[in-house]
């Protein structure tokens, strides 16, 4: 048999560059030195140089549930509730806990996914199929405002959907009627954030919705971020923009675990206002020789992990704990606001409320500046159409502040011309 393009000789592959098959193996000591030799090279998250993508409280106690609770079920498998009954318990538990959090209704459904994306995923999959079987649209459309997060236009891709994007007005936050001139009779879904990613700002979910409602059409409040920071947020006395379940036209919302609910990756929930719409995201398949093969996610085998970690979190820390770490990170953020405003030609874009903020320069080129911050070791993300900066505080930078806004203030007096434009995520 001779080799095929994607299965080359190894000759090939090792004169291509690539990394063979190792003949032997080395020493656990020997492989472990080197991995943490490489980790070195990593963004520096544990000294608060990262403005999203990790979450980290700081707190050695939280740290320590995490690990031990994901050490515990680092060899299980989600896949099979059956065979381990204490993750099918304990999965069920996160969902209700997180449905509550959100207000949703005592006949609402929800299931546990990977993260934001596949919760999306769900969402859009479960609105297509609502929108055939309740009111058979064959050519199904999604519109979502511009700051919305790219897995709406990828759930489309993936799903064989339009993607509908539409603009936003001068405070980044969704033009309504923009929006709706693009609602049609083929539309399945409507989406609004709270929070939006690029500028940290809330959607008019109230809005949105009540209009979806009048259309007939299901409302997607994206709350990946804003579910774990936002009722908390009212918890401590602020006044919030409604934003979940008590709106009747939010008939569902995305939930990330993962991001301020601060536990380890993997881990969000997709609720539903009704537990009937779930059904359509269950693939159920039993014409197959091992028996009926029936689950709600995209992945087969499944960490199980993430699952037992949410439940240990929330269960550690509870709405007292949340509601604590949020005090101080509202506490930071507003170092952390004040400080770059006082900084020459600094200006914060738009009207964020919470933990995350981009801002841009009047006076210099903001991406020069960032290019700085990267070179001091700092993670910034960048946003355009204006020009931004863009960060996501987690509570571990408030160990960090005086240090970030101290090279912020050396980078505005010195800098050059931009080199990088675009941090993405490729
Ligand atoms: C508002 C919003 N929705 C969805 C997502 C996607 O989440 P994930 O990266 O966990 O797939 C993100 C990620 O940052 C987000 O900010």
């Known amino acids: 048999m001779s080799p095929s393009a994607n299965h080359p000789e190894s000759g090939d592959r090792e004169r291509a560059g690539r990394t063979p098959f190792p003949a032997r193996g080395a020493s656990a000591a020997a492989v472990m030195a080197e991995l943490f030799e490489r980790k070195t090279a990593d963004a520096d998250w544990q000294r608060g140089r990262t403005f999203n993508l990790v979450y980290p409280t700081g707190r050695a106690d939280v740290d320590r549930v995490l690990t031990e609770a994901n050490n515990a079920y680092l060899f ?9 009954p204490s993750l099918g318990t304990m999965q069920a538990e996160v969902l209700e806990m997180v449905s509550s959090l959100v207000n ?3 006949r609402a459904g929800a299931g546990f996914t990977a993260g934001g994306t596949e919760s999306i995923l769900m969402s859009v999959l479960v609105s297509r199929e609502r929108g055939r079987v309740e009111r058979g649209i064959t050519q199904p459309n999604i519109v979502f405002p511009s700051s919305a997060h790219p897995a709406f236009a990828k759930a489309a891709y993936y799903l064989g959907l339009e993607a509908r994007s539409t603009s936003l007005n001068d405070g980044f936050t969704a033009d309504v009627d923009d929006l709706f001139e693009h609602v049609d009779a083929n539309t399945v879904l409507i989406v609004g954030s709270a929070y939006g990613f690029p500028h940290g700002v809330i959607d008019p979910i109230e809005e949105l919705s009540s209009r979806a409602l009048e259309r007939g059409v299901p409302f997607h409040s994206d709350t990946c971020i804003g579910s774990f920071v936002l009722p908390f947020m009212e918890r401590l006395g602020y006044e919030i923009p409604p934003f979940d379940f008590r709106l009747p036209g939010v008939t569902q919302m995305s939930c990330d675990i993962h ?12 609720v539903y206002r009704d537990a009937e719409w779930l059904t359509h995201q269950v693939f159920d398949y039993d014409v197959w020789p091992p028996g009926r093969y029936r689950n709600a996610s995209v992945a087969g085998a499944r960490a199980a992990s993430p699952v037992a970690a949410s439940w240990a979190l929330l269960r550690y820390l509870g709405e007292d704990g949340y509601t604590e770490i949020m005090r101080g990170l509202l506490e930071t953020t507003r170092r952390l606001r004040e400080g770059v405003c006082a900084l020459p030609g600094l200006a914060i874009l738009g009207d964020s409320i919470g933990p995350l903020m981009s801002f841009t320069s009047t006076r210099d080129d903001i991406f020069s500046i960032a290019d700085v911050m990267d070179e001091r070791g700092w993670h910034l993300n960048r946003v355009h159409n204006p020009s931004g900066v863009q960060m996501m505080i987690a509570p571990i930078h408030g160990a960090h502040v005086e240090e970030f806004l101290a090279d ?13 434009t675009m941090v993405g995520y490729t």
Do not use: C, D, Q
């Open 76 to 84: 299980e498998n989600a896949l099979n509730p059956t065979r381990f």
């Open 408 to 420: 912020l203030a050396g980078a505005v007096e010195h800098h050059g011309t931009a080199r990088s």
């Open 104 to 106: 949703a209704p005592s």
């Open 259 to 270: 991001k301020y609910g601060y536990v380890t990756k993997g881990a969000s929930v997709i």
